[in-house]
């Protein structure tokens, strides 16, 4: 296979996301720690956990705007800088309301970049290769999650929870001039990189073509309103598992610091592989029947997560949830290549910053949902494991709605 320089794209994005995830998700891991310096309660450490995804939701939008007014490029620097900063700043906190502003400022600051990363796959990578784009590049987030908490447990146990955040500036520093040297808005005019059309043809429809009107089209889309549900549910049951892992692992099953680093790093391996399974049968399979994969994936995820909460033992618990992250991530493919493939390139940002604001809103109920549930039940995670169950089947519907017929762009055009 010969090397082309979208490849080249895909993989400084690529290394930017699993440092984004990472970046995000080294709080799941320390949050048991930082609880103990600040004495927090079950309900407080899920407002902790919430604070990113406040700033992040809110960003998720203006972010998508910006990526198709301005280019994916500057907001992925801009963003990755800020980012960054707010991680290693992270490490300076002395009590609960320093750290919630720190975590919504955070969230700020990371919250284009999605809109912006899928923007980039949109502007380099054909139609036909958009699932499997999609699949890796949700894959690296994963692997940043499957690598944050072996990389936690060591430094805790050595240092402290504080030079986690201050360690994870300098690779921060790497991404922004590998993105500078090497990721562009959209290929060369006349280049066959080209993703589907014409460069020059999608920066004057980039140009010509109001942020507002590209919001106006996408919100009145019924593919992305019901993507939107679908997601908001979907990502309640992820976040409200990813987040808390670390803690059920070490509280509810007993496991020590050491053991639960590595097998909350197998869960995430496990999404990652997902991710890549998703892609993979979304462009071979299931190109024209998104909704398929997505159905199955959050039916098998809410079977496994049940046999999860009954698991007998701490192992076998942590088995299921592989099987969880790996079912439900085939699922999230699938939601997150249908903006690539339903609108016109230069209104992807706009189209995939609603369907990721939705997401997103339910990683800042999905924490606090866990943390009151278990103030409410006493630290019960069984009762937390049945709601998560309960909001994937819920999660089928709007899955079932999603029809998004052919051919994509002449039906968003016909929303408006």
């Given at each position: 296979?010969?090397?082309?320089?979208?490849?080249?794209?895909?993989?400084?994005?690529?290394?930017?996301?699993?440092?984004?995830?990472?970046?995000?998700?080294?709080?799941?891991?320390?949050?048991?720690?930082?609880?103990?310096?600040?004495?927090?309660?079950?309900?407080?450490?899920?407002?902790?956990?919430?604070?990113?995804?406040?700033?992040?939701?809110?960003?998720?939008?203006?972010?998508?705007?910006?990526?198709?007014?301005?280019?994916?490029?500057?907001?992925?620097?801009?963003?990755?800088?800020?980012?960054?900063?707010?991680?290693?700043?992270?490490?300076?906190?002395?009590?609960?309301?320093?750290?919630?502003?720190?975590?919504?400022?955070?969230?700020?600051?990371?919250?284009?970049?999605?809109?912006?990363?899928?923007?980039?796959?949109?502007?380099?990578?054909?139609?036909?290769?958009?699932?499997?784009?999609?699949?890796?590049?949700?894959?690296?987030?994963?692997?940043?999650?499957?690598?944050?908490?072996?990389?936690?447990?060591?430094?805790?146990?050595?240092?402290?929870?504080?030079?986690?955040?201050?360690?994870?500036?300098?690779?921060?520093?790497?991404?922004?001039?590998?993105?500078?040297?090497?990721?562009?808005?959209?290929?060369?005019?006349?280049?066959?990189?080209?993703?589907?059309?014409?460069?020059?043809?999608?920066?004057?429809?980039?140009?010509?073509?109001?942020?507002?009107?590209?919001?106006?089209?996408?919100?009145?889309?019924?593919?992305?309103?019901?993507?939107?549900?679908?997601?908001?549910?979907?990502?309640?049951?992820?976040?409200?598992?990813?987040?808390?892992?670390?803690?059920y692992l070490l509280e509810a099953r007993g496991f020590g610091v050491e053991k639960?680093?590595?097998?909350?790093?197998?869960?995430?391996?496990?999404?990652?592989?997902?991710?890549?399974?998703?892609?993979?049968?979304?462009?071979?399979?299931?190109?024209?029947?998104?909704?398929?994969?997505?159905?199955?994936?959050?039916?098998?995820?809410?079977?496994?997560?049940?046999?999860?909460?009954?698991?007998?033992?701490?192992?076998?618990?942590?088995?299921?949830?592989?099987?969880?992250?790996?079912?439900?991530?085939?699922?999230?493919?699938?939601?997150?290549?249908?903006?690539?493939?339903?609108?016109?390139k230069h209104a992807v940002g706009a189209t995939f910053g609603a369907v990721n604001?939705?997401?997103?809103?339910?990683?800042?109920?999905?924490?606090?949902?866990?943390?009151?549930?278990?103030?409410?039940?006493?630290?019960?995670?069984?009762?937390?494991?049945?709601?998560?169950?309960?909001?994937?089947?819920?999660?089928?519907?709007?899955?079932?709605?999603?029809?998004?017929?052919?051919?994509?762009?002449?039906?968003?055009?016909?929303?408006?």
């Open positions: 296979m010969t090397w082309k320089p979208r490849y080249t794209v895909l993989s400084v994005v690529l290394g930017a996301f699993l440092l984004c995830y990472m970046d995000r998700m080294v709080m799941a891991s320390a949050i048991p720690f930082i609880a103990r310096d600040f004495k927090l309660s079950s309900l407080t450490m899920g407002a902790v956990l919430s604070a990113f995804f406040a700033g992040y939701a809110l960003m998720q939008l203006p972010g998508g705007l910006l990526a198709d007014r301005f280019g994916p490029r500057r907001v992925l620097l801009g963003s990755i800088v800020w980012f960054s900063i707010m991680t290693a700043l992270t490490g300076w906190v002395t009590g609960l309301v320093s750290i919630l502003a720190v975590r919504i400022l955070f969230g700020l600051g990371e919250g284009p970049f999605p809109s912006a990363a899928w923007k980039t796959v949109a502007n380099w990578f054909p139609a036909q290769e958009a699932g499997r784009a999609c699949g890796l590049l949700q894959a690296s987030s994963y692997l940043g999650a499957a690598v944050a908490p072996l990389f936690v447990g060591p430094v805790i146990l050595a240092w402290g929870w504080r030079p986690v955040f201050y360690i994870l500036f300098a690779p921060g520093v790497l991404l922004v001039l590998l993105v500078w040297l090497f990721v562009k808005d959209a290929p060369a005019v006349g280049s066959n990189e080209a993703a589907g059309g014409n460069a020059q043809d999608e920066a004057d429809a980039t140009q010509s073509t109001p942020a507002k009107a590209n919001l106006l089209r996408v919100l009145r889309n019924p593919v992305v309103l019901w993507c939107a549900a679908c997601f908001f549910l979907a990502n309640t049951v992820a976040w409200g598992l990813m987040n808390w892992l670390p803690t639960m680093s590595v097998f909350t790093a197998i869960t995430n391996l496990a999404g990652m592989v997902g991710f890549v399974l998703g892609g993979y049968l979304c462009d071979r399979y299931f190109s024209e029947r998104l909704r398929v994969p997505i159905i199955a994936g959050l039916l098998t995820s809410a079977a496994c997560t049940y046999l999860a909460a009954v698991a007998p033992t701490g192992e076998w618990a942590v088995a299921w949830l592989v099987l969880v992250y790996l079912t439900s991530n085939v699922a999230f493919t699938a939601i997150f290549t249908l903006p690539l493939l339903i609108v016109p604001t939705a997401g997103q809103i339910s990683g800042v109920l999905a924490p606090l949902l866990v943390g009151f549930i278990l103030e409410l039940t006493h630290n019960d995670f069984h009762m937390v494991l049945y709601c998560m169950v309960a909001l994937a089947l819920v999660a089928v519907y709007p899955a079932s709605r999603i029809r998004p017929g052919q051919p994509a762009v002449q039906q968003y055009e016909g929303a408006v």
